[in-house]
């Protein structure tokens, strides 16, 4: 019987080179992140006018309560005063596919009146003409994190 250590050795190499390809951040990503950024601090501050520049024109959201709104609708709403403040974004994820990229982050919050806010949202961003616009964004309001635990005295 014949064994041959050179398949064991190139699919290790194979392997290798694939996990190094998937690690490898794809080109648009910190451009992504930028964008997302603008995207999210835009609602603390009302900033239509940057909305406007971020979506496209067939633009759609899904809002937390499940309605469905255009981008009309979208900017008159981003145009009303938040009243929101302690902003904080995390556990962003960016997944580039091309033209097209998939893109998530949790916001937490608190309204005007002090309610706290955790929101998860979705948002596909396509690459066109060389400029990043968002298509679709959804919007899923998410559990509040637990209490931080008690430090001993």
Known sequence: MKTSTGRPAALFLFLALCATALAQPKSGEPELARLN?????????????????????DFQAVLADGRRINREEFLLQAASPSGASGFRLGELSVRQYG??????ALADYLKGDG???????????????????????????????PPAPARPR
């Open 37 to 57: 950024e603008a995207f999210a601090r835009a609602f603390v501050a009302s900033d239509a006018a940057v909305y406007s520049a971020l979506l496209a024109g």
């Open 99 to 104: 033209e097209t990229a998939v893109m998530g």
């Open 115 to 145: 309610t706290p806010v955790r929101t998860r949202y979705t948002g596909v961003w396509v690459k066109s003409g060389g400029r990043w616009r968002m298509v679709s964004v959804q919007f899923t309001r998410a559990p509040a994190p």
